[in-house]
């Protein structure tokens, strides 16, 4: 902490990002610049990132009209839609950004050094994965139970229902993996998975529905092998391709520590780039 805005000005290799930044009430920067500043050659592919950007924006909870302003820009001589956009919008851009770039590279570099000078901790490159993991969970769980109460599974049979997908993936019931990984019953395992494991439970439980769907299963016993077998499936791919099993898999930061780190780091950046009273 204590950095000045002359200090973050020098940290890593992205310096010109800061002569780039224009003034309207707080400094922003502009989408068609940055893009150009990121590697882009097209909009087209760089409106993807941005897209990218904003989902990440509502996740945290974060107003995305604040971040992300919608303007207009002149172009060849055109009036397109763009955007002026705050430090921490270019910093999930950057985030969201093919890593691949150079320029990318080093934008990342620059934008998590400034985030933890903020926040004195390090945010890395799987903090918006987790979160975005964790959300399409959410979302595939309210699907697969609204498939299996379809097919006859009642509100007292969806514990064993969600179980039996557990003891497949995992060889163990859900209490047991818990104990096994050390987190306590009151807290929710998903918040403790890394992106692997998360992306594994996602796969479970989109395909788990949609073999529900396809094969039309129904009745509690039926269902819950189905859980049983595609958690099982999942188990088996995940040993082939890395030879750990997912029970073994390590737990990660809680996500509501790391989404309070980088709703921290919002505070932090806007700030940073308000009119100095």
């Known amino acids: 902490m204590g950095e000045t805005r002359t200090d973050l000005i020098h940290i890593g290799t992205f310096r010109d990002f800061e002569d780039s930044a224009k003034q309207n009430g707080i400094r922003y920067w502009d989408a068609h610049e940055l893009m150009k500043r990121l590697g882009y050659e097209t909009y087209q592919s760089f409106a993807k990132v941005i897209n990218k950007a904003i989902a990440s924006c509502a996740q945290l909870e974060i107003q995305i009209g604040d971040a992300f302003i919608p303007t207009t820009a002149t172009i060849d001589g055109r ?3 763009t955007y002026r956009l705050t430090r921490f919008a270019c910093f999930l851009i950057a ?9 990318v590279a080093a934008a990342k570099v620059y ?7 903020l926040v004195e901790s390090v945010i890395t490159d799987q903090d918006l994965p987790r979160i975005e993991l964790r959300e399409e969970i959410k979302v595939g769980e309210k699907i697969l139970s609204s498939v299996a109460k379809s097919a006859g599974i009642n509100e007292n049979g969806y514990a064993f229902f969600k179980d039996a997908g557990i003891r497949g993936m995992y060889n163990m019931s859900l209490r047991d993996l818990m104990a096994r990984k050390g987190v306590a019953p009151k807290l929710v395992l998903y918040d403790f998975m890394g992106s692997t494991e998360l992306a594994g439970n996602f796969f479970r439980v989109t395909q788990t529905a949609e073999r529900i769907k396809s094969r039309g299963v129904r009745g509690q016993r039926a269902l819950e092998q189905t859980a049983k077998d595609i958690g099982h499936s999942v188990r088996t791919t995940m040993l082939e391709n890395s030879g750990i099993a997912p029970e073994n898999l390590p737990i990660a930061e809680d996500l509501n520590k790391v989404r309070k780190r980088l709703k921290s780091a919002h505070r932090g950046m806007t700030k940073l780039d308000s009119p100095k009273k």
Not at 111 to 117: D, L, T
């Open 95 to 103: 985030m969201h950004a093919d890593e691949k770039k150079p320029e």
């Open 111 to 117: 934008f998590a050094a400034i985030a933890a000078s």
């Open 79 to 81: 009036d397109v839609p």
